[in-house]
Every structure is written in structure tokens, then in C-alpha cells.
């Protein structure tokens, strides 16, 4: 079975200090990952995605992920964070080709002035 | 492009009525996912359809069913409501076709469920 595990459910941090949300995940099979944003009263938006090509990941709005395989790992990072980056971020997984994608809780990034 | 558009944005239904949401997918794709976004929660899978067919259903009993039409739109029915339907369901749609599972998925805003 697969799992993805979000180890902090909110993070708090001050506008222009550096963003790191975890996500770890249980896998038998090569997993894709990715990391969604969902901002109130809105849909999800892909952030970044890892398919098995570089293990370093960019994405959009300055976010990037590195894939860990040893660490079964898969952290968002952001250098400098902004006001507009207040909202819900989820890790997902999908291991193996499966169809089904598995959502961590989510954890909540809370931006201060 | 209007992306993925699902209709009606808020609903309040009693427990034991039946409930019919729905979903149009972004253009160009062909298929369409339903999530239950439960309060402080991430989406758990509720199914896949593709082709009209269900193609991948994740642990929902059979009180949960769905449709896809022809021209890709989908709806998610919900029997004998519970307390504990109460939830954001959002719909998302991918061009999946064959073997290609994990390519990107557009989400909706989401239909918020009220149960009462």
C-alpha cells in the first residue's frame, strides 16, 4: 500500500524568510510525486511534478522539490517567501502507474508581514 | 478555455435524500476524477471515469456512483446521504488516454455539501 505523510499540518513563517514543507512517503514501486496548492475557496493547482527524470524539480511561483529516494522524501522549498503564498500545500503520490493518487492531509503555510 | 467547472458551487441536503453533482472537463481532456475533500483533510479518490466507463474506484461504498457522458462532462451521485457526507467534492480532469497515469490533473472549484 502507499502512504504520504506530511509531518507538519501548519507552518508559520515571516514575508522574505525561506519555505520548507515535508512530505515523506511509503512506497514499494517507484512513485510519481507531486505537490498541489489550494488557496481559499478555490481549486488545486499544480505546483511541481517528479516522474522519474532529474530528482531536483522546479516549479512554479519560485518552488522547487527535490526527490529523495534513500530519504523517501519529497520537500517543497521556497528561497523567499510572499504574502500570496499563504494557503494549503498537499503531496501526493501516485506509486507505480497506479491510477490512484494518495493526498497527504495537507499542511497550512501561514505568511507573516 | 474555462478550465474545469463544476456546478452547484454549495448544496444543503437532508440525510436519506439523493444528491447528483456535476462536472465538465477543461477542453481537450477526456478524463474525469472525483475527490471528497472532508473539513481539515486532504482529497481521498472517490473514482475515474474515461470513456464512460469507471476505470479506478478508491474505498466509497456503492452509495456513490457516477456518470460520464459523450462529450466528457461527469456527474457524481451520492444515495441515502450521512451526516458524514458533508464535504468538499471537487472534479478533476487529465488527458489520460491509455498507460498514461500520471500526467497532470486540473481541479475544479469544488462543490461544498452540506448534510443536515
Known amino acids: 500500500a502507499q502512504s504520504v505523510t506530511q509531518l507538519d499540518s501548519h507552518v508559520s513563517v515571516s514575508e522574505g524568510t525561506p519555505v520548507l514543507l515535508r512530505c515523506n512517503y511509503s512506497?514499494?514501486?517507484?512513485?510519481?510525486l507531486f505537490w498541489y496548492v489550494q488557496h481559499p475557496n478555490k481549486g488545486l493547482q499544480l505546483l511541481l511534478k517528479?516522474?522519474?527524470?532529474?530528482?531536483l524539480v522546479k516549479g512554479i511561483n519560485g518552488f522547487e522539490a527535490e526527490f529523495k529516494k534513500s530519504e523517501t522524501s519529497f520537500h517543497l522549498t521556497k528561497p523567499s517567501a510572499h504574502m500570496s503564498d499563504a494557503a494549503e500545500y498537499f503531496c501526493?503520490?501516485?506509486?507505480?502507474?497506479?491510477?490512484?493518487?494518495?493526498f497527504g492531509r495537507g499542511t497550512s503555510l501561514i505568511v507573516h508581514p | 478555455d474555462a478550465g474545469v467547472t463544476q456546478s452547484p458551487t454549495h448544496l444543503i441536503k437532508t440525510r436519506g435524500q439523493q444528491v447528483t453533482l456535476r462536472c465538465s472537463p477543461k477542453?481537450?481532456?477526456?478524463?474525469v476524477s472525483w475527490y471528497q475533500q472532508a473539513l481539515g483533510q486532504g482529497p481521498q479518490f472517490i473514482f475515474q471515469?474515461?470513456?464512460?466507463?469507471?476505470?479506478q474506484r478508491g474505498n466509497f461504498p456503492d452509495r456513490f456512483s457516477g456518470h460520464q457522458f459523450p462529450n466528457y462532462s461527469s456527474e457524481l451521485n451520492v444515495n441515502a446521504l450521512l451526516l458524514g457526507d458533508s464535504a468538499l467534492y471537487l472534479c478533476?480532469?487529465?488527458?489520460?488516454?491509455?498507460?498514461?497515469?500520471?500526467?497532470?490533473?486540473?481541479f475544479g472549484q469544488g462543490t461544498r455539501l452540506t448534510v443536515v
Open positions: 478533476a480532469s487529465s488527458s489520460l488516454g491509455q498507460g498514461r497515469a500520471n500526467t497532470e490533473a486540473f
Open positions: 512506497s514499494s514501486y517507484s512513485p510519481s
Open positions: 517528479y516522474t522519474s527524470a532529474a530528482t
Open positions: 501526493v503520490v501516485f506509486m507505480g502507474g497506479s491510477y490512484i493518487p494518495t
Open positions: 477542453s481537450g481532456h477526456d478524463t
Open positions: 471515469y474515461y470513456e464512460e466507463e469507471e476505470r
